[in-house]
């Protein structure tokens, strides 16, 4: 019993130290399927997101084939690390003007209803306010949503994916 313990252990270190053709690894970009070698291609592709990825065994890097963005990532023995993860390609300038989107918008409503008050005074919800929350909210949602599309994170691609299989399975 110690022996076969053992050996599998050791079994499983061996695997974790390389990159190897023929195992199935972690998918990098879901974190919820598992990359393996596809039939007849010099690729391999994710059980569960679909991706496929073209494999480097001599580097230890795995890069996604089927995006626009340039995503890749290499094998530390146990798991992925980012390839691209300076953080310089989205600058200063890229988050101002996020920034701008999101807080103009809103900016410009809440003036409107500051500068053109109610013409009655009104006991009820100061809806100028309302309605600057809500630009807020709404332009707020979709710049995470670009942020999120563009760095691909784990959680956003497992969800968007989970989404789409629970549509196909509507009747309609």
Same mark, same amino acid.
């Given at each position: 019993?110690?022996?076969?313990?053992?050996?599998? &252990? /050791?079994?499983? *270190?061996?695997?974790? !130290?390389? %990159?190897? +053709?023929?195992?199935?690894?972690?998918? @990098?970009?879901?974190?919820?399927?598992?990359?393996?070698?596809?039939?007849?291609?010099?690729?391999?592709?994710?059980?569960?997101?679909?991706?496929?990825?073209?494999?480097?065994?001599?580097?230890?890097?795995?890069?996604?084939?089927?995006?626009?963005?340039?995503?890749?990532?290499?094998?530390?023995?146990?798991?992925?690390?980012?390839?691209?993860? &300076? /953080?310089?390609? *989205?600058?200063?300038? !890229?988050? %101002?003007? +996020?920034?701008?989107?999101?807080?103009? @918008?809103?900016?410009?409503?809440?003036?409107?209803?500051?500068?053109?008050?109610?013409?009655?005074?009104?006991?009820?919800?100061?809806?100028?306010?309302?309605?600057?929350?809500?630009?807020?909210?709404?332009?707020?949602?979709?710049?995470?949503?670009?942020?999120?599309?563009?760095?691909?994170?784990?959680?956003?691609?497992?969800?968007?994916?989970?989404?789409?299989?629970?549509?196909?399975?509507?009747?309609?």
């Amino acid at each position: 019993m110690g022996s076969s313990q053992t050996s599998s &252990s /050791r079994a499983r *270190i061996q695997r974790s !130290l390389g %990159l190897d +053709g023929g195992d199935t690894y972690e998918c @990098p970009v879901c974190r919820h399927g598992e990359i393996q070698p596809m039939a007849l291609m010099d690729a391999y592709g994710c059980s569960f997101c679909r991706h496929i990825f073209d494999v480097n065994l001599e580097q230890q890097t795995v890069h996604v084939v089927d995006s626009a963005q340039p995503m890749g990532w290499r094998w530390q023995g146990w798991r992925w690390q980012p390839l691209y993860q &300076s /953080r310089g390609d *989205i600058t200063l300038a !890229l988050w %101002l003007v +996020g920034l701008a989107l999101v807080i103009l @918008p809103a900016g410009l409503v809440a003036l409107g209803g500051y500068v053109f008050p109610p013409l009655e005074a009104t006991a009820g919800m100061n809806w100028s306010m309302v309605w600057a929350l809500g630009t807020l909210a709404a332009h707020g949602a979709m710049v995470g949503w670009l942020i999120a599309e563009h760095y691909q994170f784990p959680i956003y691609v497992m969800a968007k994916i989970r989404l789409q299989r629970l549509v196909e399975r509507l009747p309609g």
